[in-house]
């Protein structure tokens, strides 16, 4: 299975070899890698080598390792957590700005309401408008329930996109919405005018995911994200010039 690793690059190539081997199938789930010594002859690569090959397929979310007698290195699933998990760094990291979500969320919401729209099943659409339900009670209690508002529009948006049945987008698009709440409680956005406008776009796009308007539901998300991004950084552009001038005033 595994060849001789090219000496100019021996601990990179372990890796690749190990990791091709699994992506491909030739290690499926629950199999035990050879053990270290006969790795170690495979490869023609030191012990300190392999080891920290092997840590890092582990740490990429290939691999775990066994202790014990019988232990060893065993083949995990290979799940979208891994594409969340390094996107939730870079978010919590804030190597991520606002404006990069919000340019993502305009492309990706579109699509996934485009989708689910083609794939809705009457259940699904009577989950959707259970939502709708929940929001508008929010929304007739006013700016002091924007928080339980905003929940309900998360959810109904991660609901179009397991509607959508891409398993891709579900999954960064979870990682997302559980990481972008961090900029809308620091910068709280309140208004009934707001939240009204809000709603009546999730209600129309899940009336065009009931009916299959596939075209008519991508063009709703996309602009229905792409104002409220537009809010939101008026609002954090706001706050952060009143910010400013309270500590330039602070310093005079």
Known sequence: MFRKAKQSRIFQDVIDQIQDAILQGKLQVGDKLPSERELREMFEASRGTLREALRVLEQKGLIYIKRGVKGGAVVKEVTTQQISENLDMLLQYEKVSLKHLSEFREGAEGIVAGLAAKKARKKDVQYLKSLLTEAEAHLKEGPSHWGEFLHVDSMLHMS???????????????????????????????????????????????????????????????????????????????????????????DL
């Open 160 to 250: 179009l996109a397991h509607i959508a049945g891409n398993p891709i987008y579900e999954s960064v698009l979870k990682t997302v919405h559980d990481n972008i709440h961090r900029y809308y409680t620091r910068f709280p956005l309140k208004g009934r005018n707001f939240m009204r406008e809000n709603y009546g776009d999730l209600y129309s796009i899940v009336k065009a995911v009931e009916y299959g308007q596939t075209n008519k539901a991508r063009l709703l998300a996309h602009n229905h994200v792409k104002r409220f991004n537009r809010f939101v950084e008026e609002t954090v552009g706001s706050s952060t010039k009143s910010i400013s001038g309270e500590r330039n005033r602070s």
